[in-house]
C-alpha cells in the first residue's frame, strides 16, 4: 500500500459481518449494517506532547479493533475500501 498514516492516526480495513442470523435468516447487503470492527493496516509514529516528544501509539498492524459507528473517514486506496481514524476513535483491541 503507497499510504502512510500522520501522527496519531490509523488506517484501518473492515471485517465483513455475517450474513446471516443465528437463526439462518439471510440478511441482504441493503439491509446489513457496516461492521464496527476491524484489522489496523497502518499506523502512524504518534502524536506529540506538551515537551514535542512522539508518544508511540497503543496499536500496532495487524491487530483486530473496536470503534464506534460514526468514526474515521472512508477512503478508497489502491481500489480497497479503508477508514482513516485517529487512535482516539477505537474503543478497544480484540484479543484472541
Request: charged share 35%; glycine share 12%.
Given at each position: 500500500?503507497?499510504?502512510?498514516?500522520?501522527?496519531?492516526?490509523?488506517?484501518?480495513?473492515?471485517?465483513?459481518?455475517?450474513?446471516?442470523?443465528?437463526?439462518?435468516?439471510?440478511i441482504p447487503d441493503t439491509a446489513k449494517?457496516?461492521?464496527?470492527?476491524?484489522?489496523?493496516?497502518?499506523?502512524?509514529p504518534g502524536a506529540r506532547d506538551e515537551s514535542g516528544k512522539v508518544v508511540a501509539l497503543d496499536v500496532k498492524a495487524g491487530d483486530r479493533v473496536l470503534f464506534g459507528k460514526w468514526s474515521g473517514t472512508e477512503v478508497k486506496i489502491d481500489g480497497e475500501d479503508l477508514i482513516i481514524m485517529k487512535e482516539s476513535d477505537i474503543m478497544g483491541v480484540v484479543e484472541a
Amino acid at each position: 500500500m503507497g499510504f502512510r498514516p500522520l501522527h496519531d492516526r490509523v488506517v484501518v480495513r473492515r471485517v465483513d459481518s455475517e450474513e446471516k442470523t443465528k437463526g439462518g435468516i439471510i440478511i441482504p447487503d441493503t439491509a446489513k449494517e457496516k461492521p464496527s470492527e476491524g484489522v489496523i493496516v497502518s499506523v502512524g509514529p504518534g502524536a506529540r506532547d506538551e515537551s514535542g516528544k512522539v508518544v508511540a501509539l497503543d496499536v500496532k498492524a495487524g491487530d483486530r479493533v473496536l470503534f464506534g459507528k460514526w468514526s474515521g473517514t472512508e477512503v478508497k486506496i489502491d481500489g480497497e475500501d479503508l477508514i482513516i481514524m485517529k487512535e482516539s476513535d477505537i474503543m478497544g483491541v480484540v484479543e484472541a
